[in-house]
């Protein structure tokens, strides 16, 4: 490893407040071009791949309930390969892509093929100068928010809060629209070196092997980022799912090797909490994210506390910087430089034509 290992992740982890503000602001003012796509459309595909995926079901979630038009979440390599499953693919079709070096192989076909069938494409990325936002109708760049690392941090988050706080504006209630604008980056300032401490105490717990990442509702796709960043930093396995639907089947590989993380939702605190009890009696050790403290769940081997009351619908995003530094801590641990990712590349192509 290098002299200062992890120290350009931690920096882009770091940094994550500031870019959120910056981030919410530049959103405020691509608003007007967002609405008028949003009103003209009949549908909007949400789309992406890896992390931009995780993005995608994060911007599903929070227009379905503020955006008032059917939409969906879907990998740009289903619509590539089964457009009909995944959109009806008309004119009045929007199809926003979510790409962090605007480059990415299955993204770009797919948004050519959508534009041949005459859909609207909205890029929402990281890197201007490149392929997918070249061919967008529109795009919303969000600059600073590349990273320095290999791994998609600060990128990841910045998407989920430009479409939070866009699709948040659609929203009739004042109290909504002003929720991002002027105090999500506080809260993750005021958390984050408690979260990365946090992160510190579970990635240096040698008997973890593994992990497993739960979250229902809008923050499913926070535990799908949570478990691609887990794995690309410490080659070790793991895996997502809504959070009861943890009991079916997957409990039965509970351990002392694992590490189980929880987002307990608000709507779904009572159902939460149970299972976390009930899943710690299994042996594994748990890391429970909460809006604010909850009898009993002091026996967690882990919580990371927030501490006000929040939207189910933000939560996931604050919640990432924890998973972000437990995935580092972890890597680090193993003997693997986050900065170093050797197998992993940072612009994730590749070369179609030479298959059949």
Same mark, same amino acid.
């Not at 967002?34 to 595909?45: G, K």
């Not at 600059?143 to 941090?153: G, H, V």
């Given at each position: 490893?290098s002299e200062n290992p992890?120290?350009?992740?931690?920096?882009?982890?770091?940094?994550?407040?500031?870019?959120?503000?910056a981030?919410?602001a530049?959103?405020?003012?691509?608003?007007?071009t967002?609405?008028?796509? &949003?009103? %003209?459309?009949?549908?909007?595909?949400f789309?992406? &791949?890896?992390?931009?995926y995780?993005?995608?079901?994060y &911007?599903?979630?929070?227009?379905?309930?503020?955006?008032?038009?059917p939409?969906?979440?879907?990998?740009s390599? %289903?619509?590539?390969?089964?457009?009909?499953?995944?959109?009806? @693919?008309?004119?009045?079709?929007?199809?926003?892509?979510?790409t962090r070096?605007?480059?990415?192989?299955?993204?770009?076909?797919?948004?050519?093929?959508?534009?041949?069938?005459? &859909?609207?494409i909205?890029?929402?990325?990281?890197?201007? %100068?490149?392929?997918?936002?070249?061919?967008?109708?529109?795009?919303?760049?969000l600059?600073?928010?590349?990273?320095?690392?290999?791994?998609?941090?600060v990128?990841?988050?910045?998407?989920?809060?430009?479409?939070?706080?866009?699709?948040?504006m659609?929203?009739?209630?004042?109290e909504?629209?002003h929720?991002?604008?002027?105090?999500?980056?506080?809260?993750?300032?005021?958390?984050?070196e408690?979260?990365?401490?946090?992160?510190?105490?579970?990635?240096?717990?040698?008997?973890?092997?593994?992990?497993?990442?739960?979250?229902?509702?809008?923050m499913?796709?926070?535990?799908y980022?949570?478990s691609?960043?887990?794995?690309?930093?410490?080659?070790?396995?793991?895996?997502?799912s809504? @959070?009861?639907?943890y009991?079916?089947?997957?409990?039965?590989?509970c351990?002392?090797d694992?590490?189980?993380?929880?987002?307990?939702?608000?709507a779904?605190?009572r159902? #939460?909490?149970?299972?976390?009890?009930?899943?710690k009696?299994?042996?594994?050790k748990?890391?429970?994210?909460?809006?604010?403290?909850?009898?009993?769940m002091?026996?967690?081997?882990y919580? #990371?506390?927030?501490?006000?009351?929040?939207? #189910?619908?933000v939560?996931?995003?604050?919640?990432?910087?924890?998973?972000?530094? @437990?995935?580092?801590?972890?890597?680090?641990?193993?003997?693997?430089?986050? %900065?170093?990712?050797?197998t992993?590349?940072?612009?994730?192509?590749? #070369?179609?034509s030479?298959y @059949?």
């Open positions: 490893m992890a120290s350009l992740t931690l920096a882009d982890i770091r940094r994550q407040p500031a870019v959120w503000q981030t919410a530049r959103a405020k003012e691509f608003f007007p967002f609405n008028q796509l &949003a009103r %003209d459309a009949d549908e909007v595909i789309m992406g &791949a890896g992390c931009s995780a993005v995608a079901q &911007a599903q979630a929070s227009f379905q309930q503020h955006g008032g038009r939409c969906r979440a879907a990998t390599m %289903d619509f590539f390969q089964f457009p009909k499953w995944v959109s009806s @693919v008309q004119a009045r079709s929007l199809f926003v892509l979510f070096s605007g480059e990415t192989t299955e993204t770009l076909e797919a948004q050519r093929y959508a534009r041949k069938l005459g &859909a609207k909205l890029c929402v990325t990281s890197t201007e %100068d490149a392929p997918i936002p070249k061919e967008a109708h529109e795009i919303l760049y600059p600073d928010t590349l990273e320095d690392a290999i791994l998609p941090t990128s990841t988050t910045s998407m989920m809060i430009a479409m939070q706080q866009l699709t948040f659609l929203a009739e209630e004042e909504v629209k929720l991002l604008m002027g105090r999500i980056h506080q809260l993750l300032a005021t958390n984050l408690d979260q990365i401490e946090v992160g510190r105490r579970v990635g240096e717990n040698e008997e973890i092997r593994r992990a497993a990442f739960l979250g229902s509702g809008p499913l796709g926070a535990a980022a949570a691609l960043m887990w794995q690309m930093a410490t080659a070790l396995p793991a895996s997502h809504p @959070v009861f639907e009991r079916h089947g997957p409990m039965e590989a351990g002392p694992l590490l189980l993380s929880i987002l307990i939702s608000n779904g605190r159902e #939460d909490v149970a299972l976390a009890r009930e899943m009696m299994r042996g594994p748990v890391l429970a994210n909460m809006t604010d403290p909850i009898p009993g002091e026996r967690m081997d919580t #990371d506390i927030v501490g006000e009351q929040l939207s #189910d619908y939560r996931g995003s604050l919640a990432l910087p924890l998973y972000q530094s @437990v995935a580092v801590h972890r890597a680090l641990a193993l003997g693997r430089d986050p %900065d170093e990712l050797g992993h590349p940072p612009i994730i192509t590749i #070369d179609l030479q @059949v």
